[in-house]
């Protein structure tokens, strides 16, 4: 079953518990993946639909951060278990160790050197691990493999 039919039928799972938290952030997710469907004139694949499922998760992460500056813990929590809802959509994430290692094979095989070189690289591991390990962690570890 492609990811955007799991979403769909949890959905509707959510729909007959009358989960209403669960369901809203789904419909959330849902419309954000039919926005880029109709923006694009595309069918998404798994790995556009886990893109945008990043995308909003992240999006939640400075939504948290901000409102816990203004002191609004309500709209913080209710933020946290949307991003709880949205990350059972994400695949398993690489650890730091993979990370770091998967980074050194692709600066060897570029040959890159230097913080020259960061988009160059960056470009290549957003293709290789691009819905398997956080980005920030990612840009981290190539700003090391290029320093070092």
Do not use: C, H
């Not at 938290?21 to 954000?32: D, K, N, Q, S």
């Not at 595309?42 to 556009?48: G, M, W």
């Not at 094979?105 to 960061?118: C, F, K």
């Not at 691990?129 to 840009?139: F, I, R, T, Y």
């Amino acid at each position: 079953m492609s990811l955007k039919a799991q979403i769909t039928e949890d959905m509707k799972t959510a729909m007959r518990a009358k989960d209403s938290e669960r369901l809203g952030t789904i419909r959330l997710l849902l419309a954000a993946m039919k926005q880029k469907e109709v923006d694009e004139r595309v069918e998404l694949d798994d790995a556009a639909v886990i893109a945008i499922v990043d995308k909003l998760i992240k999006q939640r992460k400075d939504s948290i951060a901000a409102f816990e500056g203004a002191g609004r813990q309500d709209l913080a929590d209710k933020e946290k278990a949307e991003t709880a809802v949205l990350t059972a959509y994400l695949p398993a994430r690489m650890s730091a160790e993979e990370v770091a290692t998967a980074v050194k094979a692709i600066v060897a095989e570029l040959g890159a050197s230097g913080p020259g070189d960061m988009g160059k690289v960056m470009g290549a591991v957003k293709a290789q691990l691009a819905g398997k390990a956080d980005m920030g962690q990612v840009s981290a570890a190539v700003k090391a493999a290029l320093a070092g």
